[in-house]
């Protein structure tokens, strides 16, 4: 099952012009594992290898714990929600200060 900072490949499919597309990894936002099994979605941000020095993506690390392969940059301003079934497997898990930063981000595109 995913769980928040999870990192998962996903089959993001077919794009519109801008959008995530094909298969990429995925953060995991949520929903908290008290939503079940069973809740058929859950809610990420596409990572990107292309640095675009904006200020809504975080660095993430190619590091055993992450499974990344190249340094990655979570889209924070692309949050969306997906059916579980389009996560083909876990690849890793990003550290506390990746996970404030993405939060902090999108509580702020949230609410502003």
């Known amino acids: 099952m995913a769980s928040v900072d999870d990192l998962w490949l ?8 801008g959008e995530p ?3 990429r ?3 995991v936002l949520g929903p ?3 939503f079940g099994a069973d809740f058929p979605f859950v809610i990420v941000v596409p990572l990107t ?4 020095g904006l200020s809504l993506h975080v660095e993430i ?3 055993e714990e992450t499974g990344l392969d190249e340094t990655s940059y979570a889209q924070c301003e ?3 929600s997906i059916n579980r079934r389009r996560l083909v497997h876990r690849l890793g ?3 506390s200060n990746a996970s404030l930063r993405v939060t902090s981000i999108v509580k702020t595109l949230l609410t502003h």
């Open 78 to 80: 692309l949050i969306r």
């Open 61 to 63: 690390e190619p590091v």
């Open 49 to 52: 290898t292309t640095r675009r």
């Open 93 to 95: 898990q990003i550290d």
């Open 21 to 23: 597309a094909a298969l």
């Open 32 to 34: 908290p594992d008290t």
């Open 25 to 27: 990894p995925a953060l």
């Open 10 to 17: 996903a089959d993001f499919g077919d794009p519109y012009p």
